[in-house]
């Protein structure tokens, strides 16, 4: 399952139960997002035991989509079904900060920047 844009390409690897973000997602508001939200609940659906959000390869996310991926990560929480793994790039400065708050939605989550 892929969804592409102008600028980005968001992609569900079902054998590695992994969506991965490339490019810049820059989407106007939450209604915009909504087929990323689907395709994340998919993947929460399909995990055996553990996801991954692999944001390694994406160089911005607006407020909106941070807002979508906070959502996100309640949803897993409160189905507490799965281990839930986000990869990040130090090297891209928003994903320290933004990536790392994710935790204080849920402890549980892991959060590799490296």
Known sequence: MELRGEDYVITYVESRNAVEFFGTLRLRDSADYRSLTEMLETALRDAK??????????QFLNSAGINTISRFVITARTANTTQLRVLGNPEISWQQKSLGNLQKLWAKVSIEIH
């Open 49 to 58: 035991g553990s996801m991954v959000m692999d944001f390694r390869n994406l």
